[in-house]
């Protein structure tokens, strides 16, 4: 199972938004309802902030949002705040009770 | 509070063993899966195993299949991953995260640190 595809970095200036995408293939992302999206600070345990694509747990800020397009997921963070600044995982259910992350996309505020 | 800690973590040769354990504390293990998740120093993350909730399935990344086995004793609320035949490219921090089949991995360890 191939790695899901994301851009390496990302970056927005505070107050605007910031979209990172994740292109997987049909047999994962576009087939399955079980996209989510982790957070991870430098040495920090990833936490979860988006799942089942588009849902967001509680506590999470609306700031963050999902959403899907055949066989790319994307993460958009609105309102950039100096917090937001971390690394971003995509995860997809692969079938067959695997599952596979994204390479991960670095978000830096300006 | 719902919490997950690894522990195990160590310095091994390569072809040597180590067991990690996640212990659990604060929900009810049987009703939950529990995966592992590694990251190699400076790399992405990378789905490890998953053990079902009533430890009747257990699934791994074809990098670690027939290499290391994970099991449970939910009486004891932890969980376990024996790794076998380790080698170079094992070396990550290892996680334990909860989540059921299909679920999103809603609570992370903080990881324990592996190096072959």
């Known amino acids: 199972q191939s790695a899901l595809t994301q851009p390496p970095s990302a970056s927005g200036s505070p107050r605007q938004a910031v979209t990172i995408s994740c292109t997987g293939t049909s047999s994962d992302i576009g087939a399955y309802n079980y996209v989510s999206w982790y957070q991870q600070h430098p040495g920090k345990a990833p936490k979860l902030i988006i799942y089942?694509?588009?849902k967001r747990p509680s506590g999470v800020p609306d700031r963050f949002s999902g959403s899907r397009s055949g066989n790319t997921a994307s993460l958009t963070v609105s309102r950039l705040q100096a917090e937001d600044e971390a690394d971003y995982y995509c995860?997809?259910?692969?079938?067959?009770?695997?599952?596979?992350f994204g390479t991960g996309t670095k978000v830096t505020v300006l | 509070q719902v919490q997950l800690v690894e522990s195990g973590g160590g310095e091994v040769q390569p072809g040597r063993s180590l067991r990690l354990s996640c212990a659990t504390s604060?929900?009810?293990?049987?009703?939950?899966?529990i995966h592992w998740v590694r990251q190699a120093p400076g790399k992405g993350l990378e789905w490890v195993s998953v053990?079902?909730?009533?430890?009747?399935?257990?699934y791994y990344a074809d990098s670690v299949k027939g290499r290391f086995t994970v099991s449970r004793y939910n009486s004891r609320s932890t969980v376990y991953l024996q790794m076998n035949s380790l080698r170079a490219e094992d070396t990550a921090v290892y996680y334990c995260a909860r989540g059921t089949v299909r679920a999103p991995l809603d609570v992370w360890g903080q990881g324990t640190t592996v190096t072959v």
């Open positions: 089942d694509v588009t």
């Open positions: 053990i079902w909730y009533d430890g009747s399935n257990q």
């Open positions: 604060g929900f009810t293990l049987n009703n939950y899966g």
């Open positions: 995860c997809s259910y692969a079938g067959s009770n695997n599952y596979v």
